[in-house]
């Protein structure tokens, strides 16, 4: 029941900043907690960031915390995901996913329900 749609994406310099929107075609936006993952070239689909129906609560990977912000407009059915201080690391297709069972932020990839087709970030070296 929910269209997710991924933009923001780009080649960005080591060290700056970039900021990622998911936009949501359902009416009852605010009922969905939502996630950012991503998938690098060669490696799994990895936890990024989550955030509560309400906004109160969020979640980070270890890898991001400190220099990833997770947000939501829940008037615009909109979830950010701004980024700041960017390594190459963080390269990856970048994908925002829609939880409609639980209010909280997860980390797991399996309990979001549907899943945006995906942004590609790029941090040169």
């Known amino acids: 029941q929910v269209l997710l749609v991924e933009s923001g994406g780009g080649l960005v310099q080591a060290g700056g900043s970039l900021r990622l929107s998911c936009a949501a075609s359902?009416?009852?936006?605010?009922?969905?907690?939502m996630g950012w993952f991503r998938q690098a070239p060669g490696t799994e689909r990895e936890f990024v960031a989550a955030i509560s129906r309400s906004g109160g609560m969020t979640q980070y990977a270890d890898s991001v915390k400190g220099r990833f912000t997770i947000s939501r407009d829940n008037a615009k059915n909109t979830v950010y995901l701004e980024m700041n201080s960017l390594k190459h690391e963080d390269t990856a297709v970048y994908y925002c996913?829609?939880?409609?069972?639980?209010?909280?932020?997860?980390?797991?990839?399996?309990?979001?329900?549907?899943w945006g087709q995906g942004t590609q970030v790029t941090v040169s070296s």
């Open positions: 359902g009416r009852t936006f605010s009922m969905y907690a």
């Open positions: 996913a829609a939880d409609n069972d639980r209010a909280i932020p997860e980390k797991r990839s399996g309990v979001y329900d549907y």
